[in-house]
Nanobody, 122 residues
Framework: VQLQASGGGLVQAGDSLRLSCAASGDFFSISHIGWFRQAPGKERDFVASITWTGVIKYYASSVKGRFTISRDIDNNTADLQMSSLEPEDTAVYYC????????????????WGQGTQVTVSS
């Protein structure tokens, strides 16, 4: 499975931004797709995930209520709509997928896309 992330950029606090992850390859090898992020000097953290069917969603507590993950089944993408962005959201965001749950309790992935930088200025 190949993952291609896009949509990062520089925004101001309070702004919105949408990330997109385009997936290709053997979709029978994944059941969940989602996003992680890594801020400078910090570990990579789980952000949000969604089942490949689009039915079940998981969110990190730090983004719940501000971020929304969705699936475009026709185009094989997983999008992350980010609202009310804060400087603390500044990080490189990675798209990821695996066969099995991806969540705060299972912050793992088998497939990774390249990162996309999100910078939120105050």
């Amino acid at each position: 499975v190949q993952l291609q992330a896009s949509g990062g950029g520089l925004v101001q606090a309070g702004d919105s931004l949408r990330l997109s992850c385009a997936a290709s390859g053997d979709f029978f090898s994944i059941s969940h797709i989602g996003w992680f992020r890594q801020a400078p000097g910090k570990e990579r953290d789980f952000v949000a995930s969604i089942t490949w069917t689009g039915v079940i969603k998981y969110y990190a507590s730090s983004v719940k209520g501000r971020f929304t993950i969705s699936r475009d089944i026709d185009n094989n993408t997983a999008d992350l709509q980010m609202s009310s962005l804060e400087p603390e959201d500044t990080a490189v965001y990675y798209c990821a997928a695996r066969w099995g749950e991806i969540s705060d309790y299972v912050p793992q992935a088998d497939y990774w896309g390249q990162g996309t930088q999100v910078t939120v200025s105050s």
